[in-house]
């Protein structure tokens, strides 16, 4: 599934679960910064490793507590996908 579905569905669950506006306002703008960096990919493209170098590139530029949320963001969306059988554990 390409990450443009993925995060309609994210946003549909996150939001039935009750999460505020603000916050998926908030994981949007990550979300953009994901498909900006890796292009509007299926989700089972995004391995480990180019996600480390992804956040590592970040890293260079943010703030501790702006990073943290971009790795905050990351960490919920895949733990998701996996629960919805999206990606293999």
Partial sequence: M????VWGLYKAD???QGYSPQTLKA???QFN?????????SIQEL????LKV???KAAEKL???SLGHRIQFIKSLFRWAQDENLING
């Fill in 27 to 29: 994981y949007y703008v």
């Fill in 63 to 65: 703030k501790p507590a």
């Fill in 2 to 5: 390409i990450l443009t579905d």
């Fill in 14 to 16: 996150k939001q039935i």
């Fill in 47 to 50: 391995s480990t490793n180019s």
């Fill in 54 to 56: 992804y956040l590592g």
């Fill in 33 to 41: 910064l994901l498909v900006n960096s890796f292009g509007n990919i």
